[in-house]
């Protein structure tokens, strides 16, 4: 993994480079950001995360050996060559099995990191911060460091290579999304955050894994960015500035920020030349892939007769009542609010339900009706403008599909320039 390891060291010695990392599996959202890849002849990072993938199949239904494959057959229809893109392992840990004895679910998070391992990934978030159903209301800093530490020890000998890199550390809120409306963000105190590297180290010692540390590339950290339902809270980088000062006294490592979503442009240059290198986004992908579509659909209605309407809208909401365990406990707002939220909320909680057969029938019936039907630029101007500039451009077409991932990389375009100034 030199590429990934260069960044970093390019980072730590003042250059403004970093990298983000993909957090999504929806195909065409994948399909976007290697389009920038090759757009930007980079490397490209793309996580999964342990409730997305593992060896039961996670929410997608996929095995790491399943999404490896995945990820590589979008690669070749792209035309990116596979050796340019790091596959990672977001929030590895029992955090699938809370409700489970720390025993019991510990064991299944050694065989999730193996699994990764085996299957080809090269950078793991080792996160065993959450308490399982027998460790009280919460976990103290050394016990989460010697649970990553034995996840350690085991992807290294899964793997038998000596060639992943790892992440240690964790955030608030959860992975997920924040449950509930925010009043604060609390930036990550340094003393924490020494606490946390010194533990880890001693842990991975007494693992008998000292020798993996040197492979420990970044430590999660709190910066002030994050973001809820309908808000988000950018960088201010004065409030962060004794967290850039004290990452220069720790060889090899700079940050990871999780939940960058949404932030103004110019927060994601600061955050690269702050030594935050490793940012990661998520929601703001599937949010832009909704935004793409719904326009799409309010586009379908000035065309199409409404018997043949693909109704995705309506669809989304039939979808999400009848399986609300995605976002039930992410909206807590009164019953006239819901809606709202269900639909246009930056947790995007839609995200989940992409792979619905109702959903996707939804999606085919849109774009099939659209690609018979083209799009008067009149249209284009009114619901998508900024696929209407890339058109009159000739930066793309006027095809259903070129739209949508023209949206997401309006995204991932943001990320490319901050870690690549």
Same mark, same amino acid.
């Given at each position: !993994?030199?590429?990934?390891?260069?960044?970093?060291?390019?980072?730590?010695?003042? /250059?403004?480079?970093?990298?983000?990392?993909?957090? @999504?599996?929806?195909?065409?959202?994948?399909?976007?950001? !290697?389009?920038?890849?090759?757009? =930007? =002849?980079?490397?490209?990072?793309?996580?999964?995360?342990?409730?997305?993938?593992?060896?039961?199949?996670?929410?997608?239904?996929?095995?790491?050996?399943?999404?490896?494959?995945?990820? %590589?057959?979008?690669?070749?229809?792209?035309?990116?060559?596979?050796?340019?893109?790091?596959?990672?392992?977001?929030? +590895?840990?029992?955090?699938?099995?809370?409700?489970?004895?720390?025993?019991?679910? !510990?064991?299944?998070?050694?065989?999730?990191?193996?699994?990764?391992?085996?299957?080809?990934?090269?950078?793991?978030?080792?996160?065993?911060? &959450?308490?399982?159903?027998? =460790?009280?209301?919460?976990?103290?800093?050394?016990?989460?460091?010697?649970?990553?530490?034995? &996840?350690?020890?085991?992807?290294?000998?899964?793997?038998?290579?000596?060639?992943? &890199?790892?992440?240690?550390?964790?955030?608030?809120?959860?992975?997920?999304?924040?449950?509930?409306?925010? *009043? #604060?963000?609390?930036?990550?105190?340094?003393?924490?955050?020494?606490?946390?590297?010194?533990?880890?180290?001693?842990?991975?010692?007494?693992?008998?894994?000292?020798?993996?540390?040197?492979?420990?590339?970044?430590?999660?950290?709190?910066?002030?960015?994050?973001?809820?339902? %309908? /808000?988000?809270?950018?960088? *201010?980088?004065?409030?962060?500035?004794?967290?850039?000062?004290?990452?220069?006294?720790?060889?090899?490592?700079?940050?990871?920020?999780?939940?960058?979503?949404? *932030?103004?442009?110019?927060?994601?240059?600061? +955050?690269?030349?702050?030594?935050?290198?490793?940012?990661?986004?998520?929601? /703001? +992908?599937?949010?832009?892939?909704?935004?793409?579509?719904?326009?799409?659909?309010?586009?379908?209605?000035? +065309?199409?007769?409404?018997?043949? @309407?693909? /109704?995705?809208?309506?669809?989304?909401?039939?979808?999400?009542?009848?399986?609300?365990?995605?976002?039930?406990?992410?909206?807590?707002?009164?019953?006239? %609010?819901?809606?709202?939220?269900?639909?246009?909320?930056?947790?995007?909680?839609?995200?989940?339900?992409?792979?619905?057969?109702?959903?996707?029938?939804?999606?085919? #019936?849109?774009?099939?009706?659209?690609?018979?039907?083209?799009?008067?630029?009149?249209?284009?101007?009114?619901? &998508?403008?900024?696929?209407?500039?890339?058109?009159?451009?000739?930066?793309?077409?006027? #095809?259903?599909?070129?739209?949508?991932?023209?949206?997401? !990389?309006?995204?991932?375009?943001?990320?490319?320039?901050?870690?690549?100034?």
């Amino acid at each position: !993994m030199k590429a990934l390891k260069t960044i970093i060291n390019n980072n730590r010695a003042g /250059q403004l480079r970093g990298v983000y990392s993909v957090c @999504c599996a929806h195909p065409l959202v994948i399909e976007a950001a !290697m389009r920038q890849s090759l757009k =930007d =002849d980079s490397v490209l990072l793309i996580e999964a995360t342990a409730n997305q993938v593992n060896q039961y199949g996670g929410y997608t239904g996929m095995t790491p050996q399943d999404f490896v494959s995945f990820v %590589h057959k979008i690669a070749r229809k792209v035309g990116l060559a596979t050796e340019r893109i790091i596959l990672g392992g977001d929030h +590895l840990g029992p955090v699938c099995w809370v409700d489970e004895p720390a025993t019991q679910a !510990m064991e299944k998070a050694v065989e999730l990191v193996k699994a990764y391992a085996s299957a080809g990934f090269k950078k793991i978030h080792l996160d065993a911060s &959450m308490p399982c159903s027998d =460790d009280g209301a919460c976990l103290s800093d050394a016990e989460i460091a010697k649970r990553a530490a034995l &996840m350690c020890h085991a992807a290294e000998q899964a793997c038998g290579d000596g060639d992943i &890199m790892y992440v240690v550390g964790t955030e608030v809120p959860p992975p997920g999304g924040a449950k509930e409306d925010l *009043q #604060t963000i609390e930036v990550s105190d340094v003393a924490g955050v020494q606490q946390t590297i010194e533990l880890h180290q001693e842990a991975f010692r007494q693992q008998g894994v000292e020798s993996v540390w040197s492979r420990v590339i970044a430590v999660v950290v709190q910066p002030g960015v994050e973001f809820d339902n %309908h /808000q988000v809270f950018a960088y *201010q980088r004065a409030q962060a500035k004794r967290l850039k000062d004290f990452i220069g006294s720790v060889d090899n490592l700079v940050y990871e920020v999780h939940s960058t979503d949404y *932030q103004p442009e110019q927060s994601y240059h600061e +955050l690269v030349q702050d030594h935050f290198a490793i940012l990661k986004v998520g929601p /703001q +992908l599937t949010y832009a892939l909704r935004e793409a579509l719904f326009s799409l659909s309010y586009i379908e209605e000035q +065309l199409i007769a409404p018997a043949s @309407c693909s /109704q995705l809208r309506a669809v989304c909401e039939e979808v999400m009542l009848e399986k609300p365990g995605y976002w039930d406990k992410f909206y807590k707002v009164a019953d006239e %609010h819901a809606a709202l939220y269900r639909a246009y909320s930056y947790s995007d909680r839609i995200r989940y339900y992409w792979p619905e057969a109702k959903l996707q029938q939804a999606v085919s #019936t849109l774009f099939n009706n659209l690609a018979a039907q083209p799009i008067p630029e009149t249209l284009l101007s009114q619901f &998508m403008p900024n696929q209407f500039n890339a058109l009159r451009k000739g930066d793309i077409s006027a #095809t259903p599909r070129d739209l949508v991932l023209n949206k997401i !990389m309006e995204v991932t375009n943001v990320y490319s320039l901050a870690c690549n100034q």
